[in-house]
């Protein structure tokens, strides 16, 4: 098969589209025919090297989420069938063949683009609002609303009947109202503009882009624990929660519920998508930090 890949580390110069193994689902995994996979900030951030903090050794693979058609059914995996259209996260996804280990049936109305770009900002928004106790009535703030997981995390909220303020650059605020948060400019003075936006308290924030000083974030809530990042990760030092993703994730029960959102068209995910070929266009895009929904390759 083919896979994004890369044996140097670099800027998106370093990516090839190219042979590699061919890879199998093991115990609890399924393995897909991909039809597309999305582009998230970790993957140039491996190309870079900094997350590795060691030098380069062998071929390097990429992606973390897809969407596709079961060929493969690992051990004791049930529920799921050769033929079936999924979507989920795995490792190595930006390649003709992947495995998944978490996933969720996709509906034949969703878009392959979409529900691919669906893997990763479902589970880390189901996250996300669950370790705030995101429920109806609350007032949530999401900093970095327009991105790919910000967009999700915001419709998933209002969708539990919360009410959200979300930042983001001027030129994506209108898109902020179209999801049906009310939008703040990021920078400088955003607590303020967040407490006029919400007209009372403000219950959680939900920090995605890790750009804000954590301490303004805290100002904003009874507890600073009713803080929690995706992206700075020093900012438990002031009582904020940082999640990565280990034992705090229920990737299962994250994309059922996404799908489901997704289903329901209570989440709707802009998408730009890009050939494999073509892959190291997305990533200077998504290296940019300025994503309006999600990048996505496909075959
Ligand atoms: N810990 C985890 O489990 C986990 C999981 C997924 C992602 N992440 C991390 O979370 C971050 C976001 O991921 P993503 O996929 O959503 O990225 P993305 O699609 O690239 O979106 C980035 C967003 O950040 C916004 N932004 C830029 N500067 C900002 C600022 N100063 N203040 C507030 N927002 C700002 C941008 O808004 P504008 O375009 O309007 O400027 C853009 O919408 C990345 O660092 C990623 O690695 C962590």
């Known amino acids: ?27 609890g995994q399924i393995r897909i025919a991909v039809r597309a996979a999305s582009v998230n900030p970790i993957d140039w951030k491996t ?14 693979y990429l992606g973390y989420d897809a969407a596709g058609v079961v060929d493969e059914v690992g051990e004791g995996v049930t529920g799921v069938s050769v033929g079936d259209e999924v979507f989920g996260r795995g490792r190595n996804t930006q390649a003709e063949y992947a495995v998944l280990d978490a996933w969720a049936a996709k509906v034949p109305s969703v878009d392959w683009a979409v529900a691919a770009a669906a893997g990763v900002a479902g589970e880390t928004s189901e996250r996300g609002l669950r370790l705030l106790h995101v429920k109806a009535g609350d007032t949530l703030f999401v900093d970095g609303g327009a991105g790919g997981v910000g967009a999700v995390a915001v419709q998933m909220a209002l969708a539990r009947g919360a009410k959200v303020v979300a930042s ?3 030129a994506n605020h209108d898109y902020l109202r179209e ?7 990021y920078g400088e003075g955003v607590a303020e503009r967040v407490r006029a936006a919400a007209g009372g308290p403000v219950d959680a924030v939900f920090d995605v882009a890790g750009k804000t000083p954590v301490e303004e974030l805290i100002s904003l809530v009874p507890e600073p624990s009713q803080v929690v990042t995706i992206a ?27 799908a489901d959102l997704l289903a329901q068209n209570k989440l709707v995910i802009k998408v730009q998508t890009f050939p494999f070929d073509r892959a190291a266009e997305a990533y200077r895009i998504s290296q940019s930090g300025h994503v309006r929904g999600k990048l996505v390759l496909v075959p």
């Open 1 to 27: 098969m083919r896979a994004l890949q890369f044996s140097t580390y670099g800027g998106p110069e370093v990516l090839q589209w190219g042979e590699a193994p061919d890879p199998h689902a093991g115990s």
């Open 47 to 60: 190309i870079g090297g900094a997350l590795a903090g060691k030098p380069m050794e062998g071929t390097g």
């Open 168 to 170: 983001a650059s001027e």
């Open 179 to 185: 999801l049906g948060a009310s939008p703040v400019g």
């Open 232 to 258: 700075n990760y020093t900012a438990g030092q002031a009582g904020a929660r940082v999640t990565g993703g280990g034992a705090d994730s229920r990737p299962m029960e994250a994309l059922a519920l996404t």
